[in-house]
């Protein structure tokens, strides 16, 4: 079997997000047919969902607390050993090329002003600034806030959020030491086997909206966010600190390769039965015999294999 299965985020979908997937696997699998590698098919497919502005990584990213900057995280990585990953990065249109630039130096991982210095050495674009719909949801998401605040209805802050940054920007009242539960999704990763047999994953991420800066979610965490080996690939979406708390990929990945669950029962598995319900979690896998997708809230996502 060779293919790819991309996913589009966990906490939400629609049909722009479904028709965004689908094209991204067809992109992927055009270069598998063709005799490329999956590296090649996944980096492909999720650069084309960051320039698609439809989803929160590369030019779709959401704004962080202080309603104006755009931080991302990305990941890039093959089955034969190659990886680069980028955290935290301000000002760059696609931070899985940046990923894949650093793959091929001496340095594996590199965050904030370091990683946008070496994205201006390699030449890499610049982000065009944030996209209409990212403007609007930081928008939407403060007015919730405010709105769930003054309606005494906040009692819970999702994992990630930070009161005291919410307040220095105005979202929130100082003195509400209240919690809140709400975020933006739409992260996108795709995972990759060729017809050589090497698997390849890559993920981009703008984290979650309003996020306070300089904050990382798992998607660049390895056995959080993602998980890649000889027996196949695991990509995480979803609330990143609870995905990190709880090493969502490597359970996953566990499953398959140890106890020898078919990737979609280890998605599901882990998915509905490991995290709680309100924490927004999915999972996208593939091995050699298979894909697997499950989340405990809608994601969107679309796959394509052939023998
Ligand atoms: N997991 C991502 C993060 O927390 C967000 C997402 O998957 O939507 O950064």
Same mark, same amino acid.
């Given at each position: 079997?060779?293919?790819?299965?991309?996913?589009?985020? #966990?906490?939400?979908?629609?049909?722009?997000?479904?028709?965004?997937?689908?094209?991204?696997?067809?992109?992927?699998?055009?270069?598998?047919?063709?005799?490329?590698?999956?590296?090649?098919?996944?980096?492909?497919?999720?650069?084309?969902?960051?320039?698609?502005?439809?989803?929160?990584?590369?030019?779709?990213?959401?704004?962080?607390?202080?309603?104006?900057?755009?931080?991302?995280?990305?990941?890039?990585?093959?089955?034969?050993?190659?990886?680069?990953?980028?955290?935290?990065?301000?000002?760059?249109?696609?931070?899985?090329?940046? #990923?894949?630039?650093?793959?091929?130096?001496?340095?594996?991982?590199?965050?904030?002003?370091?990683?946008?210095?070496?994205?201006?050495?390699?030449?890499?674009?610049?982000?065009?600034?944030?996209?209409?719909?990212? $403007?609007?949801?930081?928008?939407?998401?403060?007015?919730?806030?405010?709105?769930?605040?003054?309606?005494?209805?906040?009692?819970?802050?999702?994992?990630?959020?930070?009161?005291?940054?919410?307040?220095?920007?105005?979202?929130?009242?100082?003195?509400?030491?209240? $919690?809140?539960?709400?975020?933006?999704?739409?992260?996108?990763?795709?995972?990759?086997?060729?017809?050589?047999?090497?698997?390849?994953?890559?993920?981009?991420?703008?984290?979650?909206?309003?996020?306070?800066?300089?904050?990382?979610?798992?998607?660049?965490?390895?056995?959080?966010?993602?998980?890649?080996?000889?027996?196949?690939?695991?990509?995480?979406?979803?609330?990143?600190?609870?995905?990190?708390?709880?090493?969502?990929?490597?359970?996953?990945?566990?499953?398959?390769?140890?106890?020898?669950?078919?990737?979609?029962?280890?998605?599901?598995?882990?998915?509905?039965?490991?995290?709680?319900?309100?924490?927004?979690?999915?999972?996208?896998?593939?091995?050699?015999?298979?894909?697997?997708?499950?989340?405990?809230?809608?994601?969107?996502?679309?796959?394509?294999?052939?023998?």
């Amino acid at each position: 079997m060779y293919g790819i299965i991309v996913h589009g985020g #966990a906490g939400g979908t629609s049909p722009l997000a479904e028709e965004g997937c689908r094209r991204a696997a067809e992109i992927g699998m055009d270069i598998l047919r063709r005799g490329g590698s999956s590296l090649d098919a996944v980096i492909a497919a999720v650069r084309f969902l960051e320039d698609s502005g439809d989803f929160n990584a590369g030019t779709g990213s959401v704004l962080r607390a202080d309603g104006k900057t755009i931080e991302m995280d990305a990941v890039v990585a093959n089955s034969s050993g190659m990886y680069g990953a980028v955290a935290a990065v301000r000002d760059i249109k696609n931070p899985v090329l940046l #990923a894949l630039a650093l793959s091929a130096t001496t340095t594996r991982f590199l965050v904030g002003d370091g990683a946008r210095a070496f994205a201006r050495q390699m030449g890499l674009e610049d982000h065009p600034g944030p996209t209409p719909r990212a $403007l609007e949801r930081a928008a939407q998401l403060r007015a919730l806030l405010m709105g769930a605040y003054r309606g005494g209805t906040l009692s819970t802050v999702a994992p990630g959020w930070d009161p005291v940054e919410l307040q220095q920007y105005g979202i929130i009242p100082e003195g509400d030491g209240a $919690l809140f539960y709400a975020r933006d999704c739409d992260t996108v990763g795709a995972i990759g086997l060729d017809r050589q047999g090497v698997f390849a994953i890559a993920g981009s991420t703008g984290g979650s909206g309003l996020m306070r800066l300089g904050r990382v979610g798992d998607v660049t965490a390895d056995g959080a966010g993602h998980r890649l080996g000889s027996f196949g690939g695991v990509l995480a979406t979803g609330v990143g600190e609870a995905i990190m708390a709880r090493r969502g990929a490597e359970q996953v990945a566990r499953l398959i390769e140890e106890m020898g669950f078919a990737p979609q029962d280890a998605c599901a598995h882990v998915a509905l039965k490991v995290f709680p319900p309100e924490t927004d979690v999915g999972f996208i896998a593939m091995n050699r015999n298979g894909v697997g997708h499950n989340a405990n809230c809608p994601m969107s996502f679309h796959y394509m294999t052939d023998e």
